[in-house]
């Protein structure tokens, strides 16, 4: 079909040749509309199970958006299509105006400036906390570049300061795999710094946390919107009270409400999902 | 230098390197310098098998660039030796010229032997020292690129990229095994007579391999170590740790796979082709998949991951196997795969992690 497809597409002539249009730079977003996030009509299922379903979705820039939903809503699997993990089924992604995400793979999704902090706090343990940022840094990272690569003083300033404002300067040369749990979590934020994203995905951030850790990790997150998007996804409704001010609710893979914290809560759709939440 | 800042912070390498030294200065003058009936002389059988042992080293130092820093287990790096070998053969075959048994200018024995007219095109440039330098490099280090692209784009990992290693050295084993395929069949390459225009049974030939060896294991051994220490060297251990982490970071995993894997290819394919004048036969037997498992466990029981423990494991192992073939020629695969159990539950950082003991960075 793919075959067809093209060849249709160079018999068309109403079109510029897609290899004529010029290359769209890294980074050169285009915001015009104020949103940096699209959705639209996204579905994909596993096995005749529908993770996702007709999932309309729009993030604005330098919003803090919250997004929740019972377990199986497909909170994760939207997250694996934005950074190209999933291929959907039907629908279009876009990030801003001009760049199709579905056409990229995962490192170009990743170039381009959307960051993603996993479920599971995965750091490189074996590397020190100061290393694990500098392989993140915002650079060139192809294998020849990366194999001739050096540290100038500009670049070991931009990761003492994310070690800074991650509160793990006094570690930085420990192990990865010493840290605590809470430790990591924070580890994989300031790795998701220095890639300079403009769109964070935070997949559970407070999972396991102390209650201390937790507000440490709300101010982080508030402190990120703004110049960034952020979007958290979360279970604990505690935590996304203290720190979202629009909040999505999730439900069998497609938007249930959309609103403040308050206005969700006291919806009777959402009451239902979450019996007695 | 150069070298100084390679090995800076690599303790082992330093100790390793200064032993590589005395060896090849002190086994030569022992050789050559000394009357046979001496004390201290050392034979030249024992020159060529320490030669021998330093080829094994390179290719062991080879897999655990890939295995120990990359997370790849290969089960195939014995093609990539066998195809350096193969290529090392043919150009010793043609040294050979109408010395052999049929006294034939154009062709090798087996050729005339199988009755062809004429020398096969791929055997054609074989007979230019140079060409074949090229060779060497060129034939393993195409085939792992060819076949790491395949593999790593559709992201075969873990076992199954094993399995398809082992696949691949297999594969190349029955081929090689056929007269057809025009590489002596399962009698392989051999009867050499020099190299360069020297004399490969003559004393000073031998010593010249020897260290042709012990400078390439060094040289190998200094790259690997200059590629980890360099920030592609944390990608890699990052891709052996959290693969898909390294992927959302930005890097283009595969492609950091595929080189790293081709280099590995290119040192196996440089030991094999130094061990076949110091052996003097190269035949399919080496593509044999038990051949590279042998190598992995080498790496195992030196300790991965730290590449002077990869030297160790192929020096200390391939003793004992000489020892043993000697003693109790029955029992060398049983004492092998006791040893690989015992290190994989007892040591499984190896004999460097027992020195060590000090939880450095695997």
């Not at chain 1, 993770?51 to 909170?75: S, T």
């Not at chain 1, 998701?192 to 396991?208: F, K, T, W, Y």
């Not at chain 1, 996304?240 to 206005?263: F, P």
């Not at chain 2, 040289?219 to 980890?228: E, N, P, T, W």
Request: glycine share 10%.
């Amino acid at each position: 079909m793919n075959a067809l497809e093209q060849l249709r597409r160079s018999v068309d002539r109403d079109e510029v040749f897609e290899f004529l249009r010029p290359k769209i730079n890294v980074r050169d977003l285009d915001l015009t509309h104020g949103t940096i996030l699209y959705l639209e009509d996204v579905s994909v299922s596993f096995d005749g199970f529908k993770a996702i379903n007709d999932l309309n979705l729009y993030i604005d820039a330098g919003e803090l958006r919250c997004i929740i939903g019972p377990n199986g809503a497909g909170k994760t699997t939207m997250m694996d299509i934005i950074t190209g993990k999933t291929r959907p089924d039907t629908g279009s992604v876009f990030f801003g105006q001009r760049i199709d995400l579905l056409k990229l793979s995962e490192p170009e999704i990743a170039s381009n400036g959307i960051g993603r902090k996993f479920q599971k706090p995965t750091v490189f343990e074996y590397h020190t906390v100061f290393e694990n940022l500098e392989l993140a840094m915002e650079g060139d990272k192809r294998v020849w570049p990366t194999l001739r690569a050096t540290l100038s003083g500009e670049d070991k300033d931009h990761i003492d300061e994310t070690l800074t404002t991650i509160g793990l300067q006094e570690h930085a040369q420990a192990y990865a795999g010493a840290l605590s749990h809470g430790q990591k979590q924070w580890l994989e934020i300031g790795m998701l710094l220095m890639q300079n994203p403009l769109l964070l995905l935070v997949d559970e951030p407070v999972a396991g946390m102390t209650h201390q850790e937790m507000d440490r990790t709300a101010e982080l997150l508030t402190s990120l919107a703004g110049k960034r998007s952020v979007v958290v996804v979360e279970h604990d409704m505690d935590f996304v009270r203290s720190i979202a001010r629009k909040v999505t609710v999730l439900h069998q893979g497609s938007v249930l409400a959309e609103g403040s914290m308050d206005d969700v809560q006291n919806d009777p759709k959402v009451v239902e999902v979450y019996l007695g939440e | 230098m150069l070298i100084a800042r390679i090995l800076k912070n690599d303790r082992g390498g330093q100790i390793f390197l200064a032993l590589l030294l005395l060896l090849s200065v002190l086994v030569p003058l022992l050789n050559l310098g000394l009357p046979k009936g001496h004390a201290l002389h050392v034979s030249t059988y024992t020159l060529t098998l320490l030669g021998k042992y330093l080829t094994y080293a390179l290719l062991a130092v080879s897999v655990d660039l890939v295995w120990g820093f990359l997370g790849i287990l290969s089960l195939g790096h014995g093609a990539f030796f066998a195809l350096g070998g193969y290529a090392m053969g043919m150009y010793l075959m043609r040294q050979i010229g109408d010395r052999g048994v049929y006294g034939n200018p154009d062709l090798p024995d087996f050729m005339v032997f199988l009755n062809w007219q004429e020398l096969p095109w791929f055997w054609h440039g074989f007979d230019m020292f140079w060409f074949t330098l090229i060779m060497i490099v060129l034939v393993p280090g195409v085939l792992a690129f060819v076949f790491g692209w395949l593999a790593f784009r559709s992201r075969v990992t873990g076992v199954y990229l094993s399995i398809i290693t082992q696949a691949l050295t297999y594969a190349l084993m029955l081929a090689f095994f056929r007269n057809e395929m025009g590489f002596g069949g399962n009698n392989g390459l051999t009867d050499f007579k020099d190299i360069l225009g020297f004399d490969l049974q003559s004393d000073a030939t031998r010593v010249g391999l020897f260290l042709a060896s012990a400078l390439a294991l060094a040289a190998g051994y200094l790259a690997c170590r200059a590629i980890i220490n360099s920030r592609l060297g944390r990608v890699a251990i990052a891709i052996r740790d959290a693969e898909d982490r390294t992927r959302f970071i930005g890097y283009r995993v595969e492609h950091v796979k595929l080189w790293i894997f081709t280099f590995s290819a290119i040192l196996a394919g440089i030991a094999g082709a130094l061990y076949v004048p110091q052996v003097g036969i190269i035949n399919p037997g080496e593509f044999s998949p038990l051949n590279s498992i042998e190598l992995v466990v080498w790496v195992a029981v030196g300790g991965r991951a730290t590449l002077y423990g990869a030297v160790l494991g192929a020096m200390g192992v391939n003793y004992a196997k000489t020892w043993f073939t000697a003693a109790l020629p029955d029992g060398w695969l049983f004492a092998l795969g006791a040893l690989f159990i015992l290190v994989t539950v007892l040591l499984p950082k190896g004999i460097i992690g027992l020195l060590t003991r000090r939880g450095a960075r695997s």
